[in-house]
């Protein structure tokens, strides 16, 4: 019936025409928001990189909006191509990727996006693999 995300009702609301046009409202939101509160704003690629913004106008070190990445200062090269990979991922699906990213859960390790996008160049710590027997050693 279309109501799967592989469905066809899925691929016509993040059909390339209607993705794109969400990520670029959303880019532009972000990029007022980064204004609006005073962030250095820069280019790099095809991600617009606002820094020197107040820690709570974002979600953990940082966060992409469309096209617009978010941040106090956590800027690594390494970051911005994390950052990158949320930036396709918003092209793809448009504002549709909200409600997908929230719903692949808050843990980044089980985040199919987060995943995607690359833990280790995100700064999130790859977990520690258990010992036989499951106790982690102090």
């Given at each position: ?61 940082g966060t992409t909006v469309g096209a617009t ?50 833990l280790e160049k995100g700064g999130y710590k ?13």
């Open positions: 019936m279309g109501r799967t995300l592989g469905g066809p009702a899925f691929r016509l609301v993040t059909a390339p025409p209607l993705a794109r046009g969400g990520a670029r409202i959303a880019t532009k939101a972000a990029r007022l928001w980064g204004r609006i509160l005073g962030g250095d704003e820069r280019t790099e690629g095809e991600l617009h990189v606002i820094t020197g913004l107040p820690k709570w106008a974002f979600g953990r070190g990445y978010l941040t106090h200062a956590s800027d690594a090269p390494s970051v911005l191509e994390h950052e990158d990979v949320h930036r396709r991922q918003w092209e793809r699906y448009g504002l549709w990727f909200i409600p997908m990213y929230f719903a692949a859960g808050q843990d980044a390790h089980t985040n199919r996006f987060e995943i995607e996008a690359g790859p977990r520690r693999s258990l010992p036989p027997g499951g106790a982690a050693s102090p």
